[in-house]
């Protein structure tokens, strides 16, 4: 059987990284618009037509591409910021608990997670639910992304000729949109405190939470926290945990050793005295932080196997 699939906002940059890992697969069928891809009747009308939707879209557009769906029938993945805390909508990181693949599957509008909160979330979330981090624990997360995390116009910025940042923080004002999204889905009740950074090459990231150990009720060993990530990932292909001996071994870590995959890899960095952890997660922002991601849910959604068309 073949799914017919609409991308909205086929041409950007997370669009275009969809678009070419669908386009090769015999069990799908993609509707495209080229150059009538602004066009909001032919945009309607693929919208209600197809099995299934991918919105590769601002914040605003995404929410103008719901609301012209009536089509009760269609199933909606919404790559924005949009929906990612919104009743309704399922939170789409299918390792994040038991029952949320099967969540994914018996719903019809799917959020897919920020590229950030899918590194934060995947090292925290098991911390705060086995009790090894307090929900109140003031939490910091640092992280650095590639470049076309901003999308196509930061993409221009930072390969325009003669543009020559090499580093960038930002998020300054703390309020960052993706905070909401960490904060709730990790179960913690006081806002992350998030100080993110962009660097001058394209694609990868780094997502860090540090952790004074002896501040935490238990004063946990590097070991447990590092046995809880693994038995929250056991048997699952796409979240990773890396041995403590492979993690000690690393004199550092870059953030493009993931980069065309869907995977997620979870360090554990410890000091010598067990006072102090590192906990760092690596993954492609566009592989498992966003178009990766959207193709596992697309393959949940359809009652397909999760891992079709991706490494
Ligand atoms: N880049 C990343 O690493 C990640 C991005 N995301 C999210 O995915 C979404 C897309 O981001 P990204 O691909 O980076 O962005 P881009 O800027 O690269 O692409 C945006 C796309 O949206 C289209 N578009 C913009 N406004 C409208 C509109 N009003 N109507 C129809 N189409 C419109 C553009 O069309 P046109 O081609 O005509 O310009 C373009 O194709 C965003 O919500 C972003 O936050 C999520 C996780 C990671
Ligand atoms: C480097 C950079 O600018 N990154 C983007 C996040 C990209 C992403 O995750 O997009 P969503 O917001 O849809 O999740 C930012 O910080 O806004």
Redesign the pocket.
């Known amino acids: 059987m073949t799914h017919t699939i609409f991308i909205?906002?086929?041409?950007?940059?997370?669009?275009l990284e969809i678009r070419e890992r669908l386009e090769a697969r015999p069990d799908l069928e993609l509707i495209l618009l080229g150059d009538r891809?602004?066009d909001v009747d032919a945009?309607r009308e693929a919208l209600n037509g197809a099995d299934a939707v991918i919105l590769?879209?601002?914040?605003d557009?995404?929410r103008?591409a719901v609301a012209m769906i009536e089509n009760r029938t269609v199933k909606v993945i919404d790559?924005?910021?949009a929906y990612r805390v919104a009743p309704g909508w399922a939170y789409g990181f299918p390792e994040m608990d038991a029952g949320q693949r099967d969540l994914i599957a018996r719903s019809s509008f799917v959020s897919?997670p920020?590229?950030y909160p899918t590194g934060f979330i995947g090292l925290m979330r098991p911390l705060v639910k086995t009790g090894l981090v307090p929900t109140t624990y003031p939490v910091t997360v640092n992280a650095v992304s590639g470049y076309?995390?901003?999308?196509?116009?930061m993409i221009a910025e930072f390969e325009a000729p003669g543009a020559a940042t090499a580093y960038r923080a930002y998020g300054l004002s703390l309020k960052h949109k993706h905070v909401p999204e960490m904060t709730k889905h990790t179960g913690l009740s006081r806002d992350v405190l998030f100080a993110p950074a962009v660097g001058n090459y394209r694609q990868g990231m780094l997502v860090e939470v540090p952790l004074h150990l002896a501040a935490l009720p238990e004063t946990p060993s590097v070991e447990r926290i590092h046995g809880a990530l693994v038995e929250a990932y056991e048997g699952r292909q796409f979240v990773e945990v890396a041995d403590l001996e492979e993690t000690e071994a690393l004199s550092g870590l870059e953030p493009e050793g993931l980069n065309g995959t869907n995977r997620l890899r979870l360090h554990v960095f410890g000091d010598r005295n067990g006072e102090q952890a590192r906990l760092v997660a690596l993954l492609d922002?566009?592989g498992k932080?966003?178009s990766g991601a959207a193709v596992q849910n697309l393959n949940i959604m359809l009652g397909l196997d999760e891992a079709t068309g991706l490494i």
């Open positions: 909205d906002g086929e041409a950007g940059t997370t669009g891809r602004r945009r590769c879209l601002p914040d557009a995404a103008e790559a924005s910021t897919n920020g590229c076309s995390g901003g999308g196509k116009a922002n566009l932080g966003a």
